[in-house]
Each structure stands twice: as structure tokens, then as C-alpha cells.
């Protein structure tokens, strides 16, 4: 569809170009990508800032008021080491916002670099690759992960490796079910009987071809890294004490949930709030790419 | 219906076998000697060195997972190295919690969401739709941990309507188990909702579009006869298969929720088996889970079979 304004002569020369202008309109009416988005913002400038914008050090311990409740002065209390609640939910943005991201790049790379060997070479290669791909698919993500960050070491960066390993397979399935369709066009063999090498038809020519999928999957996945690096944090599998990360916080804080719940509530109505921003925004891109 | 079974089987176990490689493999990668974690910082090198021989530990990898493989399909599965007692009855008793609590969440969330993602399918982009939609969406994003540790706030903190730790004791009645894992199975629910209330309202959305649908209405059957008798079973049919393959991603949700209410379950020895280095007990567990889930994948296909004569005679 030419957008107004478009000279009609361009139209069928650049259609995919003139794309980009109506997706981001159909985002900006889109209440709840708006209102994710905007929690999304809010907890991105909150992992950034954290050192100005938190009333106390998120690390300085308390020992006269371990586990004081909601007050004016602890607006969301303190926790078993006298330490503010608000400042370390603020400053708890920063671990999962950095580990998910990473995460999810890292499987993009990996994913689309499977995908597209894997759609556009096809044969023996393209059937041992989508075989891994089943039989990582077919485990419950946590699970592996589990037992990888169990035995293998518990840290940051090993989540970000593990969630990475276990999100390309996915990944590579959306890219190679997209590079099926564009391998068959006309452009494709053009280049090959120009002498494309493989490697560049397939980075070069196919894969801008592929984008509108591949920032589906992209927003999709980041929601899960999300869920997936929280969880690992909860299982104690991810970065260490003393950070304030919210899964780590709330593992570490629910022995005192009968006395101190508000040491739990606020992590995890913090990274409910971030998840379901996430989700709400990536529905939206999706959506909008659809239409 | 034979060939359809054997064929399914067919993919079925030589990805079985290749999770077994995987778990071997990696229990491989545990740092420290097995007949050193036994036996302590104190033993001799020749006493570990026997231990060692007698555990098998000094033979070629490839024997050692023959022996395991073999050792683990006719029931022989080796002793905890944390316990020093047989993995098999103690990780049996697990499955067993474990499967309680799976089966108390399945049977409450299946009803709610079919019938929630029927409703929001047959109002298409209706306000009620919407609703339904987009709860459904953010009630599945949210990690078990968070709902749980919600749930657990308000309703075992604040309320006490439910213990904060789900231990039943073991001369507990039916009803009194149940209303212990009535909590833990909330934040297990919360996540199955929106995939299953999702796929119930596609398979809804589309069959409802199709033209046998059309023929019935305009021919002057009653809606509610149309929607029951011709469009449920064709709608169902892919949420059936989505249900299947959750189950197995229900372990996953097990670990972190019997890890929050400290319930003696399966997913909670995956952990601590991992954690505390346990090799044996990991590698059953590890196993067992694999074939529950291949099962439950297997199950599901059979029922569409069973319930779709196309998915059974087409190849």
C-alpha cells in the first residue's frame, strides 16, 4: 500500500521502505503498547539512574531497624538487614533489565545465524539442525537450566549463556520457516546467477527480508528472558547477595514473610509490573507488523 | 490407529534417548570424583580408589552409560550419594507429590480456560474479548514465583485461609491435602490459563468463520446447538495438543513453585539433587521427568487421534 504523499512512481520500487511509517503510527494508537511501554520506560530509566533517583543506598545496612514496616520515613519499609525496600526495588531494575536483553540477543544471533543456514541450505544439515532444535524445545526451559547453572557454576553471565543456548532453537525455527518463503523468490536467484556467495545472499539479501518476523520473535522472546532470568534469580542459580534483584530478594526475604511481607510484595509486584509491560508492548509490535 | 501409535513412538523415544545422552553428559561435567564426595576429605587414595572400582566410576565412559541406561529401565537406580539410600522408592514418593499437586491445578485451570477462551472467541474483539485476552496474556507472563509469593501474602499471610508451607501430614485426609496444595497450585494455573484460554479461543475464532458452521445457523439450528454439537470438537482439537505439551512445561513451573512452599515434590529434588551435586538422584529424576513429558506429548497426540479420524489415517 502506497502511504499519501508517496510519488505513485515509487511504489512499486520501494513498497517494503514506506512500511516503516504506519507500523509506528498503528503503535502510538495502541493503548496497551502505550501503557506498556511506558511501565517498560519507567523501570529502564529506574536501572539506570537508580543512584539518583533512590532515597537511600539500596546496600546500607540497618541494624537498628531490621524489618520496620511501611512508614514516612521507609516508604516501603526495610529489610531483615535494616536495608530500604523502595531503594533496592529501584536499583533492582538493573540486574534483570541488563541479564534479559543480553539474553535475548545473544539468542537472536544464535537463532537467525541456525535459521538461516539451516532454510537456506537445506538437506542433511537443515534436517540434524531442526532435529537439535526439537530436542531442545521438547525440555521445560527451567529444568536444563536448572541443571546446567547447578553444576556448571552459578553466576550472571552463565544465565545469560544458558538462556541464550536454550531460546535459539525457538528462534531459529521462526527465521527458517521465514527463510522457506523468501528463498523461492525471484531476487534470490538473481543473486545467485550474479555469483552471490551463499553467506552473502543470506545475510545481505534474505535477512532484511526477514526483519518483520524477526522483531516479533525478538520482543516475544525478551518477554520470556524476563520470566525465565527471574526465575533462575528466585532458584538462587543467577547473580549473588548482596544485589538487589528482585527474584534473589524474594527467595532470600521469604523466610520473614509472615512478619515483614511488604520484603517480598514489592520485588515481586515490581517484576510483575516489568513483565507484563513487556508483554503488553510486544503484543502491540506484533499487532502492528500484522496489520 | 497401530501404525499412528508405533510411528509416534518412533520420534518419541530417540528423543528420549537423546535427553538420556544429554543428562549423562552433563553429570559427567560435575566437578570432584564421585568416591571422593563420598568418602570425604579424610580417605586414603587406595580406599577411594576401591570405592571407585566398586561404583564402576573407573570404567570407559561409554560402559558406565550403557550400565546406567540399562541399570535405570529395569528399575535399578542406584544409591543417593547426599542420603546413602536407594534414588528408586524415595523419588517415587516424590512423583507421586508432585503428580497430586500437577493433577489439582490441571483439573481447575482446563474448565476455567476452555470455557473463558471459548466465551472470549465466540465475542470476537468484543469488549469481553479484549478482557479476556489480555488478562489471559499477562496472568501466563508472570513467573510462578511472583503470583505465588503473591498468593502467598494475601491469602496465607494476610487472610490465613491456607498454610504458607504445603507439608500435609501424611495421615492427611483427601480434603485437608487438597486445601494445603490449593495455594501452591494457584501461580501453576495463572500461567496455564492464557495458553490454553489462547488456543481455545483461536480454534474458536476460526471454526466459527468456516462454512459448515454457516450452513448450520443458516439452516436454523439453534446457536447454542451449533456451538456444542458442531464447532466445540473441531476448537479443541489444537488446544488438546497445547494442553499435552504444557503439562510437561508444568515441571518446570513445579520446581519453582515447590521450591516457594517448600513442598517435598519431584521438581524440588530436581533442584536440590542439582544443587547439592547428587549425581544419581539427579540423573533418575532428571530421566524420569523427560519420559513424563514425552508421555504427556504422546497422550495428547493420541486423543486428537482418537478424537480426529484425519489426523489418523493421513500420514
Not at chain 1, 44 to 56: C, G
Not at chain 2, 255 to 265: A, D
Request: glycine letters at 8%; charged letters at 15%.
Amino acid at each position: 500500500m502506497a502511504v499519501a504523499g508517496t510519488p505513485a512512481g515509487d511504489v512499486d520500487a520501494a513498497p517494503r521502505r514506506v512500511a516503516g511509517r504506519p507500523v509506528l503510527g498503528r503503535l502510538l494508537r495502541n493503548a496497551a503498547f502505550l501503557a506498556g511501554g511506558a511501565v517498560v520506560a519507567f523501570w529502564v530509566f529506574a536501572a539506570l539512574e537508580w543512584r539518583v533517583i533512590s532515597p537511600y543506598d539500596p546496600f546500607a545496612v540497618g541494624p537498628l531497624h531490621p524489618l520496620a514496616p511501611p512508614s514516612s520515613v521507609h516508604w516501603l519499609g526495610t529489610d531483615d538487614l535494616g536495608r530500604d525496600v523502595l531503594s533496592r526495588v529501584l536499583a533492582g531494575a538493573a540486574p534483570v533489565l541488563a541479564i534479559a536483553p543480553m539474553a535475548t540477543l545473544l539468542s537472536l544471533l544464535g537463532g537467525t545465524t541456525i535459521g538461516l543456514v539451516a532454510g537456506y541450505y537445506r538437506g542433511l544439515l537443515d534436517d540434524v539442525l531442526m532435529r537439535l532444535v526439537d530436542a531442545v524445545m521438547s525440555l521445560p526451559v527451567i529444568i536444563p537450566a536448572t541443571v546446567v547453572l547447578a553444576l556448571v557454576g552459578r553466576s550472571a553471565v552463565n544465565v545469560i549463556l544458558a538462556v541464550a543456548v536454550l531460546f535459539s532453537p525457538l528462534v531459529a525455527r521462526t527465521v527458517r520457516s521465514a527463510v522457506l518463503v523468501e528463498r523461492e523468490r525471484e531476487y534470490v536467484d538473481a543473486a545467485r546467477l550474479r555469483g552471490d556467495r551463499g553467506l552473502f545472499i543470506m545475510f545481505f539479501e534474505i535477512l532484511p527480508n526477514v526483519t518483520s518476523p524477526l522483531i516479533v520473535e525478538g520482543t516475544v522472546r525478551l518477554g520470556y528472558a524476563v520470566f525465565t532470568a527471574g526465575t533462575l534469580s528466585f532458584l538462587q542459580l543467577g547473580i549473588q547477595p548482596p544485589s538487589p534483584d528482585w527474584g534473589l530478594t524474594v527467595a532470600l526475604e521469604r523466610a520473614f514473610v509472615q512478619i515483614a511481607p511488604w520484603t517480598v510484595l514489592a520485588p515481586a509486584l515490581a517484576l510483575a509490573s516489568l513483565v507484563i509491560g513487556v508483554n503488553l508492548a510486544a503484543d502491540g509490535v506484533r499487532r502492528a507488523l500484522a496489520e | 490407529m497401530a501404525r499412528f501409535l508405533l510411528r509416534r513412538l518412533g520420534l518419541a523415544l530417540p528423543a528420549l534417548w537423546l535427553v538420556s545422552v544429554l543428562i549423562f553428559a552433563l553429570a559427567e561435567i560435575v566437578p570432584g570424583d564421585v568416591a571422593r564426595t563420598i568418602l570425604g576429605p579424610y580417605a586414603t587414595p587406595d580406599q577411594v580408589a576401591a570405592l571407585r572400582h566398586q561404583l564402576g566410576a573407573d570404567q570407559p565412559v561409554p560402559v558406565r552409560y550403557a550400565a546406567w541406561l540399562g541399570g535405570f529401565v529395569i528399575g535399578r537406580w542406584g544409591d543417593s550419594m547426599v542420603l546413602h539410600r536407594p534414588v528408586r522408592p524415595f523419588v517415587l514418593a516424590r512423583l507421586g507429590n508432585s503428580l497430586t499437586l500437577a493433577l489439582i491445578a490441571l483439573v481447575c485451570v482446563i474448565p476455567i480456560s476452555l470455557g473463558l477462551g471459548v466465551v472470549a472467541g465466540l465475542n470476537e474483539d468484543h469488549p469481553v474479548d479484549t478482557a479476556i485476552s489480555l488478562i489471559g496474556l499477562s496472568l501466563t507472563a508472570i513467573p510462578e514465583f511472583v503470583s505465588g509469593v503473591i498468593v502467598l501474602v494475601v491469602f496465607g499471610v494476610q487472610l490465613r485461609w491456607f498454610p504458607i508451607i504445603a507439608q500435609p501430614p501424611p495421615a492427611a485426609g483427601l480434603g485437608e491435602r487438597i486445601h494445603d496444595l490449593l495455594l501452591p497450585s494457584i501461580p501453576l494455573m495463572l500461567v496455564l490459563f492464557g495458553y490454553i484460554a489462547r488456543m481455545a479461543r483461536a480454534g474458536m475464532v476460526e471454526v466459527m468463520a468456516s462454512a459448515y458452521i454457516r450452513t448450520a445457523v443458516l439452516k436454523g439450528l439453534p446457536l447454542r446447538y451449533v456451538i456444542l454439537k458442531h464447532a466445540l470438537r473441531n476448537a479443541l482439537l489444537p488446544t488438546i495438543t497445547v494442553i499435552g505439551s504444557q503439562v510437561g512445561w508444568l515441571v518446570g513451573g513445579l520446581v519453582v513453585v515447590e521450591t516457594l512452599f517448600t513442598y517435598p515434590g519431584l521438581g524440588k529434588l530436581i533442584y536440590d539433587s542439582a544443587v547439592g551435586h547428587d549425581v544419581p538422584v539427579l540423573e533418575a529424576t532428571a530421566l524420569l521427568v523427560a519420559a513424563i513429558f514425552m508421555l504427556s506429548n504422546l497422550g495428547a497426540d493420541l486423543l486428537v487421534a482418537l478424537l480426529n479420524p484425519r489426523v489418523r489415517y493421513s500420514d
